[in-house]
């Protein structure tokens, strides 16, 4: 087996991306956070839908700020606008805070990210990315994790446009997910006991603290969920009863179930029909289920004799290859996503069916792992052993230790810059403004 390295911090000898191809990619993601806006009316944008997530024009905002600071923290130049620096803090103000800063409203948030981006355009172009005693500018980290966050940006803006008032987003998928053919739910595959590496590997490229360093994880031999779980597999819970059984929930759960008065995932109404921002439909058996928290996930599988998987069961399923002895970067090989395996990147405006593309497949034969819908699993957020923060406690080290559930494999709404088979989000564990589903193990 290749042993892990113990590097944290990004490696310098990680071949930087050509400075062009960045700029294009920095462009790229700009060009996307305006078409998401583009049919988004600015009084719809400055106001608050909902204080589980921030005013829209608060993320714009947010965006601009923090590659405003980075840049100036990556190229020694005094920032746009460092008095915002603190109204954008996304640590300093929780999201049910956010609507009472002063935060800029539409224009003037659209300004800023403008000349932001022709800023960091500007930095890009005379940073040396080469220089390996310059962790923010070697092999262009601090450059791809702009990039990045604008994307993770761009899927809660996506949320907060679910949860908003019907049609506040009106817009039909540019690219329909590809519908493979529907798949056995239940059925199981089995992942034989042994070592693998889990987490990013100095090869990776760019990755987040919070995914390295990579190291060796003995996992005992289980068996996972070919497919997600899909709308009607879960509908047969609700029908049996499910969100009335506190056998079947745990006492957390339960206890959250009765207090916030659920009986069904979110979006879905009592007649049996389902909301996706400015569509009301009949609910499609097919596609994976959304909007469930780690609660139901967990009340769901245990009603079937099982339970979520591991974070670790869970990577290696997604990257093993035990005939190679080595691991994958995606479920399928090394070939970058592409529709006919994965849904990604917002423009369908929805999933696909629940393990419908078989060109996804793992080495062992699970299917759906990446794009889709998120997965639960069963961790609490913490670090890797060897962890270091890098190049800042607040985006994860913070949240360590404080309840919340590490979420895997990206949704339809995930940009494919803006996840991997290592890649770790995290909620807490009521939460389903997320585009989360999740699948069984046993």
């Given at each position: 087996?290749r ?8 490696p310098?000898?990680?071949e930087a ?7 294009a ?6 060009g996307h956070?305006l ?10 944008l ?13 993320d714009?905002?947010?965006i601009?700020a923090?590659?405003?600071?980075w840049?100036?923290?990556?190229s ?8 915002l ?5 996304a ?9 009472d800063?002063?935060?800029l409203r539409?224009?003037?948030?659209r300004?800023?990210?403008a ?9 890009l172009e005379?940073?040396?990315?080469s220089n390996?005693?310059d962790?923010?500018?070697?092999g262009?980290f601090?450059?791809?994790?702009l ?19 019907p049609?506040t987003?009106r817009?039909e998928?540019e690219?329909p ?11 199981m ?8 590496l889990?987490g990013?590997g100095?090869e990776?490229?760019?990755s987040?603290?919070?995914e390295?360093?990579q190291?060796e ?8 969920d ?7 597999a879960?509908l047969e819970f ?5 969100y009335?059984r506190p056998?079947?929930?745990s006492e957390q759960?339960w206890?959250w ?8 995932p979110?979006?879905?109404g009592?007649?049996?029909?389902v909301?996706?921002f400015d569509?009301?439909?009949?609910l ?7 909007h469930?928290s ?5 009340a ?5 004799g ?7 069961e869970?990577e ?5 290859d035990?005939?190679?002895?080595a691991?994958r970067?995606w479920?399928?090989?090394e070939?970058?996503?592409s529709?006919?395996?994965?849904t ?8 696909a069916?629940?393990g419908?593309?078989p ?12 794009g ?5 699993t ?7 052993p ?5 190049p ?10 404080k309840?919340?559930r590490v979420l895997?494999g990206g ?11 290592t890649?770790?989000s995290?909620d807490l ?8 589903g999740?699948?069984?193990?046993a």
């Amino acid at each position: 087996m290749r042993r892990p390295r113990s590097e944290t911090l990004p490696p310098g000898g990680v071949e930087a991306l050509p400075e062009r191809d960045l700029a294009a990619r920095l462009a790229e993601a700009h060009g996307h956070t305006l078409w998401l806006v583009e049919p988004v009316c600015d009084e719809a944008l400055d106001r608050v839908h909902d204080t589980l997530l921030s005013p829209l024009a608060w993320d714009l905002g947010h965006i601009a700020a923090f590659a405003d600071l980075w840049i100036s923290r990556a190229s020694g130049r005094e920032g746009l606008r460092p008095e915002l620096f603190e109204v954008y803090d996304a640590e300093e103000t929780p999201r049910a805070e956010r609507g009472d800063l002063p935060y800029l409203r539409c224009a003037e948030a659209r300004t800023y990210l403008a000349d932001v981006h022709e800023r960091a355009l500007e930095g890009l172009e005379h940073a040396d990315l080469s220089n390996p005693d310059d962790p923010l500018n070697a092999g262009g980290f601090v450059w791809e994790m702009l990039v990045e966050h604008e994307h993770q940006h761009n899927e809660t803006m996506l949320q907060t446009l679910q949860i908003a008032p019907p049609g506040t987003l009106r817009r039909e998928p540019e690219h329909p997910p590809v519908h493979g053919a529907r798949h056995a739910q239940g059925e199981m595959v089995a992942v034989e006991g042994g070592p693998f590496l889990m987490g990013a590997g100095p090869e990776a490229g760019f990755s987040y603290d919070n995914e390295r360093p990579q190291h060796e994880v003995h996992v005992p031999a289980f068996e996972i969920d070919r497919a997600p779980v899909s709308n009607g597999a879960y509908l047969e819970f609700v029908e049996e009863g499910g969100y009335s059984r506190p056998e079947w929930w745990s006492e957390q759960g339960w206890a959250w179930r009765r207090a916030s008065g659920t009986e069904r995932p979110g979006y879905w109404g009592a007649d049996g029909r389902v909301r996706a921002f400015d569509r009301t439909e009949e609910l499609r058996a097919e596609l994976p289920v959304m909007h469930v928290s780690f609660f139901e996930a967990e009340a769901y599988a245990r009603s079937r004799g099982k339970r979520l998987p591991t974070e670790a069961e869970w990577e290696k399923a997604a990257t093993w290859d035990a005939d190679a002895v080595a691991k994958r970067t995606w479920p399928w090989g090394e070939e970058r996503p592409s529709p006919g395996r994965v849904t990604l990147d917002q423009r369908s405006m929805g999933p696909a069916v629940a393990g419908g593309l078989p060109g996804g497949a793992s080495a062992y034969g699970v299917l759906g792992l990446i794009g889709d819908a998120w997965e639960w699993t069963t961790n609490e957020l913490r670090g890797y052993p060897g962890f270091r923060a890098f190049p800042y406690r607040e985006y994860s080290e913070t949240h360590f230790g404080k309840g919340y559930r590490v979420l895997r494999g990206g949704s339809w709404a995930t940009r494919s810059d803006a996840v991997r088979s290592t890649f770790r989000s995290w909620d807490l564990p009521e939460r389903r403004q997320i585009f989360v589903g999740f699948r069984c193990a046993a």
